[in-house]
């Protein structure tokens, strides 16, 4: 395999005009001009198409190629005396030449190329079904006029982008990922990797999709439930490990904000997911009275390198290692601003307060909540030695309300527990809540509350999944 | 010519055959489903109360949990039990 445009390729005709006239039975293919080269009584194998450099996988020009029978049983690439010599069997070739030159790229490996190669020749392995936008269609449009969009302008997704998407995972296009509801549609590896080029992912995003939308699908998140309910949340995806730093997520400043392709398109792509295959569209089977900015995209990753806690994932039992997604039904954040706290103790009433008044100050037990320790509270409780544990203990304790607080009519509110709990005292969360993630910026004395949707059976816990990368 | 992949499953709703109405709900048996959102149950009470008032027989089901969609059994025995049902949807 050689082409025209390339000097090792030229250096070598010599070569290949005495192996043409020695008893080996050659065949040269020209991958950019079918004059070139000059080979007398015979003529090169047009090539121009690319399709046997593809099929071969020709990285370099030139290659030789010793085929027995069919069947390919040594290569060789660029030229190399010793190299043409051995595997021709021919031992006189190439006297003239230099040793050795290193061959230049093949055109069936040109960034320029590869893509559409890829389409033309590997396109099969997409089982999915194309759809043919009209010559005078905006291709952005007609994601819109499709309703494939979350409202915001979507990647058109070709075969050439979905099959670079698939590049960022060793499973097979065919795999099933999840059943996902509210339509309980099995989705392959190839339908979530199309909604992750809509959303505007990067094929090495693709893991932490796969790993979200499996975590979604789990009866025990109850993606059905929560996208029908008439309450804000969506899913809050928290990304740990080192899958994180390699993908570039953030964990710091602005962590919940705009301007990170990762945490956004993860996010998104999840969503997209939910409404392109499970059916799940705003104002049909979404049923949200007001719903949350969140549910566009909300996807995070966790600041371990200084936090005072455990990441998430190990607090949930996966090895510090491993990176995982966990995921967690909740709407935007709630400030929390305590400027003066110097002493943990001060600090963990602060919050307490805030996370009282979550949902509302008189409703407990039943909802969830996420708190987001940012990293100038998180030095307050790591200096004084507080873990994850420490300070869920404290706020436990900081979180049992009288009953006489809470009961319909208490305070002058309508809103409340029935008059039986009047003596009672009762925690403001279900045991073990709320989850504990440290994230945000180096500057600000602040943290926040993720409120979220109805905890446990009734609604949806926390499922954790590893990302297999 | 652009050529994009069907990001949808690809399905087409399917028309599903209601079950026939009855006619009448003399002699019926009513189900009446509470989904287990806050004060479904008084709505249901009051509609016990006037349907038996009717002669018709009552029989009263309640799913797990409103978040999550009944179980299999549940419909089935509702199905298999009932002439008619009615389901208290929202508080």
Redesign the interface.
């Known amino acids: 395999m050689v082409k025209r445009d390339c000097p090792t390729c030229e250096l070598v005709v010599p070569v290949l005009l005495e192996l043409l006239t020695s008893d080996a039975d050659l065949d040269v293919f020209v991958q950019d001009d079918p004059s070139f080269p000059d080979l007398g009584d015979s003529d090169p194998i047009d090539d121009t198409d690319l399709d046997f450099s593809f099929h071969h996988d020709i990285e370099t020009v030139p290659t030789l190629i010793q085929f027995d029978a069919g069947t390919e049983v040594a290569r060789t690439v660029g030229w190399s005396r010793d190299d043409w010599r051995a595997l021709t069997g021919q031992t006189a070739i190439g006297e003239s030449l230099p040793d050795s030159r290193p061959g230049c790229g093949s055109l069936s490996v040109d960034p320029l190329l590869v893509d559409d190669l890829r389409v033309r020749f590997g396109g099969s392995q ?1 089982s ?8 005078l ?1 905006d ?1 952005f449009e ?1 994601a819109f006029d499709r309703g ?1 969009t979350d409202g915001l302008p979507v990647v ?4 050439a982008r ?1 099959l670079r998407m698939l590049d960022g995972t060793a499973r097979s296009p065919a795999d099933i990922v999840a059943t996902v509801p509210p ?1 309980l ?1 099995e ?1 392959t590896v ?2 979530v990797a ?2 992750a080029v ?1 959303a505007g992912c990067k094929p090495e995003y693709l893991p932490v999709v796969l790993a979200a939308v499996e975590a979604a699908c789990t ?1 025990e998140f ?1 993606m ?3 996208l ?2 008439t309450y804000f949340s969506g899913p809050v995806i928290v990304v740990n490990g080192p899958m994180a730093r390699r993908i570039g997520m953030n964990s710091g400043t602005n962590v919940f904000g705009q301007g990170n392709r990762a945490n956004l398109t993860i996010g998104r792509a999840l969503q ?1 997911v939910v409404r ?4 799940g569209v705003p104002g049909q089977v979404d049923m949200a009275c007001q719903g949350s900015p969140g549910k566009l995209a909300f996807c995070f990753a966790e600041r371990e390198h200084d936090s005072p806690f455990t990441p998430l994932s190990v607090s949930r039992g996966l090895a510090p290692d491993a990176s995982a997604v966990t995921l967690f039904a909740g709407e935007g954040p709630t400030p929390i601003v305590d400027q003066l706290s110097r002493t943990p103790e001060s600090l963990a009433r602060s919050m307490a307060s805030v996370l009282r008044a979550t949902h509302h100050p008189k409703l407990v037990i039943g909802w969830d909540a996420m708190l987001v320790v940012g990293p100038e509270h998180g030095r307050v409780f790591a200096d004084a030695g507080w873990d994850r544990t420490r300070l869920l203990g404290e706020l436990d304790e900081l979180l049992l309300i009288p009953g006489r607080e809470l009961v319909r009519g208490a305070g002058s509110i309508d809103e409340g527990l029935p008059p039986e709990f009047h003596d009672a005292t009762l925690p403001k969360f279900a045991d073990g809540r709320p989850a504990i993630v440290h994230a945000g910026g180096d500057a600000g004395l602040f943290s926040s509350v993720l409120p979220g949707w ?1 905890g446990g ?4 816990d926390m499922v954790t999944v590893k990302i297999e990368e | 010519m652009t050529v994009v992949m069907d990001p949808t499953a690809g399905r087409v709703a399917q028309a599903v055959q209601p079950a026939t109405r009855p006619m009448t709900l003399a002699g019926a048996v009513v189900g009446l489903l509470d989904i287990s959102k806050p004060r479904g149950d008084v709505f249901l009470d009051q509609l016990e109360v006037e349907l038996e008032s009717r002669g018709l027989t009552v029989k009263r089901f309640k799913k797990p949990t409103f978040s999550k969609p009944a179980p299999v059994d549940l419909r089935h025995e509702i199905a298999t039990s009932c002439d008619a049902v009615i389901e208290a949807l929202a508080d």
């Not at chain 1, 059976?457 to 949806?460: F, I, K, N, T, V």
Request: proline letters at 5%; a negative charge.
């Open positions: 997409l999915g079904r194309r759809i043919e936008l009209a010559a269609e291709e007609a494939w058109p997704p070709t075969e979905v339509n549609v989705v190839e339908q199309i909604n809509m009866s109850n059905h439930g929560l029908a309910t997209l392109n295959l499970g059916g109805v059976e009734l609604g949806s």
